[in-house]
Every structure is written in structure tokens, then in C-alpha cells.
């Protein structure tokens, strides 16, 4: 159960926590769709730490708040904040977690949200910290996956670009590893999933790493393409030949499977070709939609739990 | 009829609507005004997107959508966005409409409100682009004339200072020449309103470029004049000169009619002189003041359409 | 009363509204524990504009506000704003003072807030004004010290650190010297309060100036502590040293009353050894959480009011 817990790694969440996420998800979603006033959250506060920016995070997370009648307080910028005077992260989270009744914070360094969290007189979602954690985006993906297959096992998932840096992937891989899935990693050589991350997984799925695109284009059914970032290359050559070789293109969709779906954690920036973006297989857009609902049911079942009609 | 639609120009707003518009920004300001409780938003989310600082336009439209039971999500600054990490006004548009229910934007780039109305799936407020469009400062400089005069036809406006520049001004100008009226043009020879703007303006109404302020001081309904920026003049010197010639102040305001009125689309620096703030004919604040009232009515007339009594 | 009133300084409250304050902020802190939904500020709104950085106190006042069901629409930094347009404090009141039913204000020129007061439509609360005064951080200080001893009369206070800079201990003087109290003022040579400010106050209360930690520790009710800035010191090891002999550790903890409370306004960096937080004496947790429950009251009395049961 996840009443009054604090989520900061994607192991905090247990596989029944994910489907009692998704279903409410799904409820909350179709609720908004509908233009339902929802109050469950009325009188309560969220407060939005972001030491780093991320617009899409933030905002995701304060539209499913007030979503759900709630209210939310923000500091979205480092410089401006008491940690510019000296403060600790456990000062810090002390007077955020005094002012609301649940907190969610992004950071630069790996391993903030764990100390954060052990200060915290409230429940902190965290909402990445450095190279770490990235727990909620890879509830909204799963959620993606469920809500299109409805299941998050028997697939075949292939992860394609920046496996090493790629932050997201690094969490989706490892709740993924916990069901019978085969996941195929594809990357260029200077970008691929580190052997020690790798190792470390306790796997169920399959997992065939140094895969080729063209190998797995016809078997897959989630391609997850991440962003390559130009600041990974020494010689920007090198760069242009990665992502002439990594890019989504009108031609690469039309072998895949009819029923696959691409999805992308966004912004992109040449990963993705706009022109398929009206492609029945384009669910990167509904992949950040989703992110709203997602975080709505977390907030929800941390916040109230019970049950949701 | 306005219900659904994005405003990216003044152009968008027919005539008719106009005075919807004025209707219900005289109601609302009313209710605001007796400590009112509305709950018409209730449920609802703006997204205000600022790719570049606006505080009077961001926290009106913010104001308005408080005022009406509704909630806020904002971006403030570009540089912590993920337009910053490469990301289309597309992408980012898409993101802003799947979190709220109407977005506003703000942009440094002319026509980027149109190109956002067009990814959008949401309604799409321009709050301001370039040098471009910004119809919501048109349409309560509008709601200010009409509160006054019962009317925005049959009036001899003169529009002074900065006409070159100047959006509001280009804005207002078009509104103002649907209708039968006299529109004096007072500048200095640099800040002149472009020959090709005036030329594009299907005008009904009589325009005289080049007026002196002296000759239309008595004759004159509004006085609408624009903020001169020191940025514009190359010699300092010039720039006080034509501050000097073009600055309101009380000597000036004896000469004009009784009913004669001011505005200004604020912030001023050196244009009117704050002694004047206590004349009957300062209207600049109420001004400033209306436009949470037009904005309000501008997002229960698009979100909710209908009456409200 | 305080009803429509402005907050500028510590001397626009009065002895009876203290009572009133603490009153009211003890009941709406009980309502908070228990999860209480108020709506009392339902359609209300609060401008802050920081024109400084101040993550704690606009925090608290945003989560007051929202804990009384009223929303917040806000400015937190100089350079985005209208100011930096070189708009006069009068007009940027002007503005937020027509978008907003109260402002709350931080500015780094003393001085400001009592400005801003005389142009302002609605009431205005001083978040801090460079060296000037800090109003509601003295409130909640002595909301603090009356929820512990049940009284702010009769104790016997030690002042330690930045006793010159110090903003807040400069209001706290005044308001705790009304009352028959004991105040003592421990600091370094060159960061002692200035004599000029302590012979501007009338009092009631017995003032040592000078005094040393040694001679105080073991009669002390509250010890206030304040941050000693290193931008103070032309060299560091004149940091070090005063640093040294003013910061709170366990060995020092120990030989104190035991009911006696060690309070600090925070961000703390060297004065306090996280080591005693868990200490019964630590008292400026607490102390800052009381910055939410006493801003409610705040709030609620200026803009409401009459009674809370």
C-alpha cells in the first residue's frame, strides 16, 4: 500500500500498487475528459521543488493537483531559493514539507529525494535527481503501455538511443525486468546501458542488449526512443551520423508491426521526424497527456487511499 | 460567436462580439467589486506560457481566471522551459493544452501565437507576440472607451508617442477604424506609424497622420499615449527632446476638454507626469484595472460560451 | 484593529491585536492537524512581489493564503518584472494592488513597503524591506514564545549573533520591549546592535547589551539565535573564529534550563549543530511552521475580521 508513502525510486512501488495506479489513472482521465469537478484534494497543498527546471514535470504534476481541487505552492528555480543562502537539502525539505501535505522535488544530485524523504514530515514524489530516479515518468509510461495492451508483460520493448545517460530508461528497464517481457536495447556504441546497471537488475524478462533497429523493427510492440543530447559528443560528425542512423522516420514506420506504438519521454528534438506524428503508432503525445492522470491517482492513493468510484 | 476558439488577433474578435464581451466584463466587474463569489471556472486550468517577462499581462489573465473559481499553471522565464532544451513551439504547445483547459502565451517572436493556435487543442489566448498582435490590451482599451462613452464610434481618438513600434497602438488602431471615427496620429518623425501598416487598414474611420498635439488638444475624445523607450534613440539628447514635447503634464491637461480622458497601456517612465494621477481625466489605472474584467469575460465567453445573468 | 489595515512595521500592531493574533493562529493551527477545510478567503486573492529572493517567507504566506481556500498569483523575481521597465514603486502597487484583494511585498530598499502602503487600493504586509522592518516574521517569533510559555511578558530573552544586520531581531527588540522582559545581546565586537536604534526604543524592558553567552546560558527562557553572514568579513578567519564561539552544540545545550527554547529565524549554516535538532530546546522548526498558522490569522483579521470559532 502506498497511503502515506514517499516514492522515490520505481522500487518503492509494488507490481499490486501498479494496477491499482492504473485503474484509478484511467478512472481520473475519463473524469477529466468528461469536465467532472473533482474535489479531493480541496484544502490540501502540493509543493514543487524544482532545483533544476523541467516545465513538463512540474507542470504535469501541478495540473494533476489542481485537477483534483487542491492547491499548489512553487519554487522553480534554484538561485532564488534558501539553498542559495548555504541551507541543507534536510533544512530545505523541513520548511517545504511544513508548508503542504506532500512535496515534490527535482534536484541535480542522485540521491537527493532519499535524503529529502527522510526529512520530510509529508510524502515526497520525486521527480528526478540527477543521473538516479525518475519514478513517476515511468509510471505514466507503463500506464502508456497498459492502457494500449492491457498488460505490462508478454510485450516486446525496444529502447533506442541514449541508453546510457537516458535516465528514464534506466527506471522503465527495471520495473519492465520484473515481468516476462523481452527488451531489446539499441544504441550506438558510445551510448549504450552500462554493464554494472545492467548486472545489477533482477530480471525476468529477456533482455538482448546491442540489438540492431533493423533487426528488431518488424517484432516490436513499444518502441521507447530517447533523446540523444548533442552535449555527449566531442565531434558534432559524430553526432549528425548517430541520429541519421537513430531517427524515426515516415520510411522506419512503415515496417513496423500495425499495432506497435512509439513512445518517447519528450522534448525531442531530431530523434522523431514530425511527419509522423499523425501516425497511428505516434503515442508520444498521449504519453505526456497521460502523465496528468498518472500523477493524479499517485497523488490520490498517497494523499486519501481507499478507494476511488 | 467566440465559444472554442483561440484569439491570436484582434481581427478574430467580430463586432458583435464586442459588446458580448463589454456586456459581461460590466457584470463581472460588478460582481468583483460587491465581493462576489464565482464559481464558473471551477474544475478549469489556464497554463500561462511567458517566453518572455510580462508581469502586468501574465498576473491579469491570471487574476481573471482566479476571480472566476479557476486554477493557474504558469512558465515564467524561457530559460528554465524546455523550449531551452531545442523544443518546437509545436511540442510545446501540444504539452501546455493536454495539462489545462486555455492557454496564454507570450513570445518574442512574431506570429508564434498563430503557429501555437494551430497545435493546440486547446483555445489559445495571444498575450502578446513580437512586435505583432496583443488583442486582449485592444479589448479592454476598448471596454475602457466604451464604459466611458457608451460607445466606441463617433469619437475623435488621438494615439501619441511611439506609433512605429508600438503594438498596442497598431492593435487598437484597427479595432478603432472599423467604426466611424476621427483617429489623430501625434509622433515624433522616428516613431511614425509605418506608411504600409496604415495603407493594409481597411478603415471606415478618418486617420490623420501627423498631427500636431497641439492642434487636436482641444478637440479630442481619448488620448491614448504609448510608453517612448530610450532604447529606440541612438542620441540620448533626442530622446529627451521628444519626451520633453510629448510629455503629459498639468499645464497640458487644463487645455483639454472636461470630458476628455487619458490612458496609457502602462508601465509609463517620463510620458505622463504622475501630478496629473489625482485628475478626473486620468483613466490609466481604471484602464490597467479593466483588464482582469475583459479577461474574465473573454474565458467564460470562449470556455463556457452561453449567458451569464 | 486590523481590519483593512496595512502591515508595514512592528509598531502598526498593537498590544491587544498581538493577543488577537495568537489567538486566532492557534485555532487555525488546530484546524490544520486535523485536516479542517477552510473556505474563509474563497474568491480572494493575494499578490506576492518579491523583488528579492525569499523562498521561506513567500512560501508561507502562499500556503496561509491557500489554507484559507483563497488563491495566489505571484511575482518572484525583479528582473521579469515591470520594474525592471523602470516603472516607480507607486505604479507597480497601483497594479498589483487592482489584481488582488491584499499584496504582500518584499523589496530590497528600505523603506518600500511603507511606500507602497500609501498607494495601494487594498491592504499591503512588509515581507521584509532591505534593512528595514520584517513585521510577521516577529509575529510568528512571538507566537512562538507565547505557545510555550503562555505569555510574552516576564522572560528573560538572549539575542546571539548578527545583532547590527539582523533584520529581525531589530523588530523583535521593539515589540518584546514593550513588555516587562530581560533581554540580553550577545555578539561579536563588530556585530553588535547599533546604539542609535537602541536609544530610538522605548522600554519597558531591562536590555544588557553586551552581554556574554558564558553569563546568560543558564537563565535564559528563549535564546535567539541569528545567521552570521560570511559576506560580513573581510577575513575569513575573523568568521571562523566568531563562528566558533557562537554556535549552539550539545556541550552548550546541556548546561541551559531545562525549559528553555532555542529559536532561529533560518536558513541557519554553521550556528546551529544539526546534532541538537532532535533536543527538546529546538524550537525553530516549530517556529517556522507557526510562519503559516500566523499568517492565516493575519490575513484573515485584516481582510475578514470579526470572529473565528
Known amino acids: 500500500m502506498l497511503k502515506s508513502k514517499s516514492i522515490v525510486s520505481i522500487d518503492d512501488v ?35 521543488f524544482f ?19 487542491g492547491s ?55 521527480g528526478g535527481d540527477g543521473s538516479g530516479q525518475h519514478p513517476t515518468q515511468t509510471l505514466l509510461d507503463l500506464f502508456t503501455i497498459w492502457e494500449k495492451y ?33 527488451i531489446n536495447l539499441v544504441s550506438p556504441e558510445i551510448l549504450r546501458m552500462p554493464e554494472h546497471f545492467l548486472s545489477s537488475i533482477k530480471s525476468k524478462a ?19 526512443v530517447t533523446r540523444i543530447q548533442k552535449e555527449r559528443f566531442v565531434d558534432l560528425n559524430d553526432y549528425q551520423k548517430v541520429i541519421g542512423s537513430y531517427s524515426f522516420n515516415q520510411d522506419l514506420v512503415e515496417r513496423m508491426k500495425e499495432s506497435s ?18 501516425n497511428k503508432r505516434a503515442y508520444y503525445f498521449i504519453e505526456a497527456a497521460n502523465g496528468v492522470f498518472v500523477r493524479m491517482a499517485l497523488i490520490d492513493i498517497i494523499l486519501r487511499g481507499g478507494e476511488y468510484e
Chains 1, 2, 3 share one sequence.
Request: glycine content about 6%; cysteine-free.
Open 72 to 126: 499548489v505552492i512553487s519554487v522553480s528555480e534554484a538561485k532564488s531559493s534558501s539553498a542559495a543562502k548555504g541551507e541543507t537539502i534536510a533544512d530545505t525539505i523541513r520548511m517545504a514539507s511544513s508548508y503542504s501535505d506532500i512535496v515534490v522535488m527535482r534536484h541535480p544530485m542522485e540521491g537527493a529525494a532519499r535524503l529529502a524523504s527522510e526529512f520530510s514530515t509529508v510524502p515526497v514524489l520525486n
Open 261 to 278: 506504438i512509439i513512445m518517447h519521454p519528450l522534448p525531442r528534438v531530431d530523434e522523431i521526424d514530425p511527419r509522423i506524428d499523425s
Open 14 to 48: 509494488e507490481t499490486e500498487d501498479f494496477y491499482e495506479i492504473f485503474k484509478r489513472a484511467s478512472i481520473f482521465k475519463r473524469a477529466v475528459k468528461e469536465g467532472k469537478i473533482l474535489d479531493l484534494m480541496k484544502g490540501k497543498i502540493m509543493a514543487t
Open 150 to 182: 492491457g498488460r505490462i508483460e508478454d510485450l516486446e520493448i525496444s529502447m533506442i538511443g541514449d541508453l546510457k545517460y537516458g535516465r528514464t530508461v534506466h527506471s522503465l528497464i527495471k520495473a519492465l525486468s520484473r515481468f516476462n517481457n523481452t
Open 51 to 69: 532545483f533544476e527546471p523541467s516545465t513538463r514535470t512540474r507542470l504535469s504534476f501541478e495540473s494533476a493537483m489542481n485537477r483534483l481541487g
Open 206 to 224: 529477456k533482455i538482448r542488449p546491442d540489438s540492431s533497429l533493423e533487426n528488431v523493427l518488424g517484432t516490436t510492440d513499444v518502441f521507447y
